[in-house]
């Protein structure tokens, strides 16, 4: 019992010094042990827009976009991530472009993890948020399901039911 206050107690505090002033980071889930290797596949995935952001003069090609997001994304998934950030198009002098697309963002860490089912290969994780009021973005409490494939000794997110954008 005392050890399970402690450990409580650190994490409070892990989670009040690591959130003050920045968005909100997820280092934690109420499954542990065996599926803490698909919890850390999904911080994985939702943290590569983070990167994306980061690397940006890094970025000159959709395949660019794709090979980032393959990282942590199934191939469908990835592909459609790709679609989204890189824009091409005209100007209105008839010059072609290709560029990033800014926007808000995507993928936000979520409040907790709970695998509710895992194979050798395949798994199914309900990702839970609290409501945020905060800016830049609000939204209200929801949650959210996403399925992982694992390729090779790979986990990688391919599937949610709210779709991605």
Do not use: C, Q
Not at 9 to 37: C, E, F, R
Not at 132 to 161: F, M
Request: without cysteine.
């Amino acid at each position: 019992m005392v050890k399970t206050i402690a450990i409580s107690a650190v994490l409070l505090a892990v989670l009040i010094l690591t959130t003050s002033g920045k968005p909100k980071k997820t280092d934690m889930s109420d499954t542990g042990g065996a599926a803490s290797d698909v919890v850390a596949a999904v911080l994985y995935a939702y943290g590569l827009e983070e990167d994306l952001w980061e690397n940006e003069s890094g970025i000159k090609s959709k395949e660019d976009v794709f090979t980032l997001f393959r990282k942590g994304f199934g191939e469908e998934v990835a592909r459609d991530l790709s679609e989204y950030y890189w824009m091409e198009g005209e100007d209105p002098d008839g010059e072609r472009f290709a560029v990033l697309r800014s926007g808000d963002p995507i993928f936000f860490p979520p409040d907790s993890i709970e695998v509710l089912k895992r194979s050798d290969d395949k798994a199914e994780a309900l990702l839970r948020y609290s409501k945020s009021e905060e800016g830049p973005i609000t939204y209200r409490a929801h949650s959210v399901k996403v399925i992982l494939k694992k390729e090779g000794n790979v986990w990688k997110v391919s599937e949610a039911d709210s779709g991605w954008f």
